[in-house]
């Protein structure tokens, strides 16, 4: 038994491990031999001893598969010094991420880094508003999987967006993350550059894609599902209405469609169409592939996609059902 000056048990240590080895080095020999009177410490077996821990290794490294070490050796990196065990933990991808930008999505409130940050973002754009001028620039807004987000490009970059690009793939490069009145939002940096481009199997354009053939939601579902989300929507198509508003000193109508179902009513506004466009639906089913979600004053509606963003279809499974509950 060790000293009262010695180190405390290894039982009582936080390291158990770490004091074993110091107890040894104290020279307390820790596997003492059975006293003959003791069954109970005779039927302990003895620990193995360094060779035979390595005999065993070596047993179970013949009984290992050949692809599993073929694989494992693959996936080593090798260098100068010789080949570097994989590492779980990705220590190599982490440290050189950190010399370039992170990617982010359209939900800022998912992004955990602190603002200030930089970060590319590949998004579809949605909505394109007017320039204004001096300093020159445009609001647009952007939208993925996770979300919408809006972002003020500056000079170069206004003559790039136009209505023409709403549904067209955007990538950011070292946009900015900031923060205004507690809430998270994208601005650009001297370094920001925006580029449009086309790839028909990136993630983002195949999500896009994706909604045109999607299960579309009843009008009652769609007050339950969260802002900025793009879905598609059906129903009876009730009522058109329209009214002028002046924004910005300038007047302009928003046209208003006025769905209705078995789940209860919802409401689409567009900026952009007029209500001629729309009155030939009027009693009939329709379905609206792609719109916004949104909400207004507590109330949750839709916004039509300009250009060919949102899409109707007047020849959809269920509109039978739709007939049948506007008839009855």
């Known amino acids: 038994m060790p000293s009262s000056g010695s180190k405390r048990g290894a039982l009582q240590s936080p390291n158990p491990i770490k004091h074993a080895v110091a107890d040894v080095d104290d020279g307390v020999d820790l596997v003492s031999p059975p006293s003959p009177g003791n069954i109970l410490s005779a039927a302990v077996t003895p620990p193995f001893s360094p060779a035979e821990l390595v005999s065993s290794a070596t047993v179970l490294s013949d009984v290992a598969s050949p692809a599993a070490s073929d694989a494992a050796a693959v996936s080593a990196p090798e260098t100068a010094h010789g080949?570097?065990?994989?590492?779980?933990?990705?220590?190599?991808?982490?440290?050189?991420?950190?010399?370039?930008?992170?990617?982010?999505?359209?939900?800022?409130?998912?992004?955990?880094?602190?603002?200030?940050?930089?970060?590319?973002?590949?998004?579809i754009c949605v909505a394109v508003f007017p320039a204004t001028a001096s300093p020159e620039r445009r609001y647009i807004q952007l939208a993925d999987s996770t979300g919408?987000?809006?972002?003020?490009?500056?000079?170069?970059?206004?003559?790039?967006f136009t209505n023409t690009t709403v549904g067209r793939l955007v990538q950011c490069?070292?946009?900015?993350?900031?923060?205004?009145?507690?809430?998270?939002?994208?601005?650009?940096?001297?370094?920001?550059?925006?580029?449009?481009?086309?790839?028909?199997?990136?993630?983002v354009q195949l999500w896009w894609d994706a909604l045109l053939i999607s299960?579309?939601?009843?009008?009652?579902?769609?007050?339950?599902?969260?802002?900025?989300?793009?879905?598609?929507?059906?129903?009876?198509?009730?009522?058109?209405?329209?009214?002028?508003?002046?924004?910005?000193?300038?007047?302009?109508?928003?046209?208003?469609?006025?769905?209705?179902?078995?789940?209860?009513?919802?409401?689409?506004?567009?900026?952009?169409?007029?209500?001629?466009?729309?009155?030939?639906?009027?009693?009939?089913p329709l379905l609206l592939k792609r719109v916004r979600v949104v909400s207004f004053a507590g109330t949750k509606l839709c916004e039509i996609i300009d250009q060919d963003g949102t899409v109707i279809s007047t020849d959809f499974d269920g509109q039978a059902s739709l007939l049948k509950f506007w008839s009855a």
């Not at 590492?87 to 200030?116: I, Y």
């Not at 007050?223 to 009214?243: A, C, F, K, R």
């Not at 000193?249 to 208003?256: F, H, S």
């Not at 006025?258 to 001629?276: I, K, M, Y």
């Open 215 to 284: 299960m579309p939601k009843s009008c009652g579902a769609v007050h339950d599902i969260s802002d900025n989300q793009i879905v598609s929507v059906s129903g009876v198509l009730g009522l058109v209405s329209s009214e002028i508003k002046v924004v910005n000193g300038v007047e302009k109508t928003l046209t208003c469609l006025h769905l209705v179902d078995a789940t209860g009513r919802l409401s689409v506004r567009s900026w952009n169409h007029g209500p001629e466009i729309f009155n030939q639906y009027v009693d009939r």
């Open 148 to 160: 919408a987000v809006g972002i003020t490009v500056w000079n170069s970059n206004v003559a790039k």
């Open 83 to 123: 080949r570097i065990p994989a590492s779980p933990s990705s220590n190599r991808d982490r440290f050189l991420a950190g010399f370039v930008p992170a990617r982010t999505c359209c939900n800022l409130d998912l992004c955990r880094a602190p603002a200030g940050n930089k970060f590319n973002l590949t998004a």
């Open 173 to 203: 490069h070292k946009v900015v993350i900031a923060n205004h009145n507690g809430k998270k939002q994208l601005t650009m940096a001297r370094d920001s550059t925006i580029e449009i481009f086309r790839d028909q199997q990136n993630s």
